[in-house]
Nanobody, 116 residues
C-alpha cells in the first residue's frame, strides 16, 4: 500500500507564491511519475504539472512559466513551486503517484486560495 500526503497549501494574495510538497510512503517501489492536479469549484480536475523519474516535465498551458515541478527520487517527494499566483489558481491541489506496475495513488488534497 502507498500513502500520498500533500502539504503547503494556504491563502495567498494575487502575485504571491506557495510551495506544495507531496510525500509518498509505504510500498513506493518504482515510481514512474508524480503529478499535481487541481479541482476548482464547479470544474473538473485538471493536470497542472507532472514529472517522470527521469526528470521529464509536463505543464498545463495556464501555469507554464509560473509553476515549477521538481522531484527528489530518494525521498519519494515531489514539489510544486507556484509563483505569480492568480485568483483562477484557487483550487484543491492533489498529488498523484503513478507506479511502473500501473497502479496510481492519490492524496487527499491541499487547498490553495488566491485572494486579496
Amino acid at each position: 500500500q502507498v500513502q500520498v500526503v500533500e502539504s503547503g497549501g494556504g491563502l495567498v494574495q494575487p502575485g504571491g507564491s506557495l510551495r506544495l510538497t507531496c510525500v509518498a510512503s509505504g510500498s513506493v517501489f518504482n515510481i514512474a511519475r508524480m503529478g499535481w492536479y487541481r479541482r476548482a469549484p464547479g470544474k473538473q480536475r485538471e493536470l497542472v504539472a507532472s514529472i517522470t523519474s527521469g526528470g521529464n516535465t509536463n505543464y498545463a498551458d495556464s501555469v507554464t512559466e509560473r509553476f515549477t515541478i521538481s522531484r527528489d527520487n530518494a525521498k519519494h517527494t515531489a514539489y510544486l513551486q507556484m509563483n505569480s499566483l492568480k485568483p483562477e489558481d484557487t483550487a484543491v491541489y492533489y498529488c498523484n503517484t503513478f507506479l511502473l506496475r500501473g497502479i496510481s495513488y492519490w492524496g487527499e488534497g491541499t487547498q490553495v486560495s488566491v485572494s486579496s
